[in-house]
Structures are given as C-alpha cells and as structure tokens.
C-alpha cells in the first residue's frame, strides 16, 4: 500500500482543472466517458473530475513525474498517454472500467482518497487481466450513467509492483 500526500498546491490545481473540464465538455457537448450526463448536476459533475484529478496528482507525486494534464485529450488516457488513472473516496471501492477506456494492453492504476488529503494508490492491473475478473455493471445496477465493469480492488496487483521503463509505463 502506498499513501501519498496531497498538498495545497495540488488541490487548487485540481480544482482549476475540474472546472476547466466541466466548462469544456459543455461548450462542446461532449460526455467525457460518463462525466456529464443528464442524470448528474454540475456539483456532482465537478465532484467527479475534482476526484480524477487528485488521483492523477496523487500518481505523479508517487513517480516523480510533473502533473500537467491535457485539457483537450477527451479521448486519451491519463498521465500524458500512459495509463488510466481511476479516483474513489469510497472505503474499499472498486476499479470501474467504461468500455470507452478499455484496451487490453491498458495499464488502469486505482487510487483512493482519504482524509487530509491523503491518497491511497490502491493497485494495478492490465485491460486484459481486468477482462478476467471482471463484473457487469449497467444503470439498472448501481446506478451507473453508463455501462462499465467493475474490478474489485482484491484483484489488484500492489502499486510497488507496477512495471516501469523509466518514467514510461509498461505496456505489457
């Protein structure tokens, strides 16, 4: 298990980002996965990117990479390309893959916010292991606004254990 520690910095970072999102995707009309669906309001909606944002903080402190996010990427991964970065503040929450981000050579990392601005990187897996072990989830379960697959956070791999070429990801 790994906890990092968020700072100042990162969650007014964060929050300039969220909004930043929020105002994109509706300027353009774009649904960012599952982000800006007529079933959330605009506080859940920016709850929402403010979450994914800290996690991919979270992410680059670990490594030591800078946190630049790319605004216009919709479709992209996170951390410049490298992997998915899933964010939670639930205790014991699971990974949540949208079939939009899944790839089978995906490297998904699960983080989960705490308390004072703590974050657990929770664990790892490759798209292709998640198609394993993963659960169906749609709207009529769980309240999801689009369908995904759910990974439950046993079948990650520890964080320290994530293959890394430099400051790139593995692809497997």
Request: proline share 3%; with cysteine.
């Amino acid at each position: 298990m790994a906890i990092v520690q968020l700072e100042k910095y990162d969650a007014v970072l964060c929050s300039t980002y969220a909004a930043q999102f929020c105002w994109n995707a509706h300027k353009i009309g774009a649904k960012k996965h599952h982000g800006y669906t007529s079933s959330r309001n605009f506080e859940q909606t920016m709850a929402h990117y403010f979450v994914g944002c800290m996690a991919e903080a979270a992410c680059c402190r670990y490594y030591g990479m800078p946190y630049d996010l790319n605004l216009d990427g919709l479709h992209s991964a996170d951390l410049d390309g490298l992997c998915e970065v899933k964010g939670s503040t639930h205790e014991r929450s699971n990974l949540l893959i949208y079939d939009s981000q899944y790839h089978p050579d995906k490297l998904m990392v699960h983080v989960r916010l705490m308390d004072d601005f703590k974050a657990n990187l929770v664990g790892w897996i490759f798209g292709r292991e998640a198609a394993e072990v993963w659960e169906e989830r749609d709207s009529k379960r769980g309240g999801f606004d689009t369908p995904c697959k759910l990974v439950r956070w046993q079948h990650l791999k520890p964080i320290e254990s994530m293959p890394m070429d430099g400051r790139r990801f593995a692809r497997g």
